[in-house]
């Protein structure tokens, strides 16, 4: 993938500015770019994407609410819509503005979970996956969040879910992904294999065990050195095994710092801007400061964004961050 060109906030050192709605005029409207970064903004989230910067984020971790779920409680929520077509029209208009205000070389993750209603199950993350296609969103990879701790539930007549869908989005082809930074453990060959020629050729470009047992396999030569003896590990694959997780005082199922950690990693470098429009708890946010990168929250529900402030309060931004 080509390499993103780095972008300017126009300032060097943003210092948190929180702003809750009773802070600010309504709706609000963020009129410098500056005043926006590392913040968290009470707002509707179309409304709040409006007040920024075309281009100005590199990437956007998000889950919005799913349909017909909760209540969070708040005039402008989605997930309350009176029809899976209305609700994905409204995440549609959303991710329109996402579109704008990511940039060039930047990707969009999006967690959705699915319902049933019915009885049947109503596929709710791919309809919206491909309404966001077809709005001009480039679908890069579907990924499969497999929540190891996942409840039991009552069914006997089908199988427990135990599955949400992470999409992978992106404006072009052309845009920047560190396969590097979120590589896993190999597990066909690792610095342990008994294998002759395995252990002493690990890590060495062109160091196939070729007077192995599986000496002449094509699939071991150069092209496939990257999956099988790449020092880092093989390259990260679709089905991520992570625990749910909680947070005092979020009544939803916030989410797991892994997860957030995996997508930042993947698709920004320190210091670049990373969005969450529906950040509930504050998990992107914190793990963006954490991992040092800047930050920019949205949620409707006060309650959420004071939780949000609070959290990212407690992080120790990582050092590096300007
Ligand atoms: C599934 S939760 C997000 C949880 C979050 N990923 C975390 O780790 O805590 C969805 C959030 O979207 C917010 N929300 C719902 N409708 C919204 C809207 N129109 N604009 C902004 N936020 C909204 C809710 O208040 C809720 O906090």
């Excluded at 699939?219 to 003896?229: G, I, P, S, Y």
């Excluded at 959420?304 to 309060?313: K, T």
């Amino acid at each position: 993938m080509r390499k993103r060109m780095p972008i300017s906030y126009g300032a060097k050192h943003h210092p948190p500015i929180h702003l809750l709605r009773e802070h600010a005029r309504e709706p609000y409207l963020p009129t410098t770019f500056g005043a926006c970064v590392d913040q968290i903004i009470c707002a509707d989230a179309e409304v709040a994407l409006r007040g920024l910067p075309q281009q100005s984020v590199q990437c956007i971790v998000t889950s919005p609410p799913y349909f017909r779920q909760r209540d969070y409680q708040t005039n402008q929520q989605i997930g309350k819509e009176d029809s899976p077509d209305s609700y994905v029209q409204k995440l549609v208009s959303v991710f329109r503005e996402c579109h704008r205000v990511l940039s060039r070389t930047g990707l969009l993750w999006l967690n959705l979970g699915d319902k049933y209603d019915e009885g049947q199950l109503l596929g709710m993350p791919w309809r919206v996956a491909f309404a966001i296609q077809k709005a001009g969103w480039l679908l890069r990879s579907d990924v499969i969040w497999h929540k190891t701790n996942a409840m039991p539930a009552s069914v006997k007549n089908r199988p427990t879910t135990d599955h949400e869908y992470v999409f992978m989005f992106s404006k072009s082809p052309d845009y920047f992904y560190d396969a590097d930074a979120v590589r896993e453990p190999h597990v066909t060959f690792t610095e342990r294999s008994r294998m002759r020629g395995g252990r002493g050729h690990f890590g060495k470009r062109g160091g196939t065990p070729e007077k192995g047992k599986n000496g002449g396999n094509p699939n071991l030569h150069t092209a496939r050195w990257d999956q099988a003896f790449h020092p880092l590990g093989r390259n990260k694959r679709t089905v991520w095994q992570i625990p749910l997780s909680k947070y005092p005082d979020a009544h939803f199922a916030v989410f797991p710092e892994k997860l957030v950690e995996t997508c930042i990693l993947a698709s920004t470098r320190t210091n670049d801007l990373v969005l969450d429009p529906f950040i509930g708890s504050g998990t992107t946010a914190a793990m963006a400061q954490k991992l040092g990168r800047h930050y920019v929250g949205i949620d409707c529900n006060e309650h959420y964004c004071a939780l949000a402030i609070a959290r990212v309060q407690e992080v120790q931004p990582a050092l590096g961050l300007v």
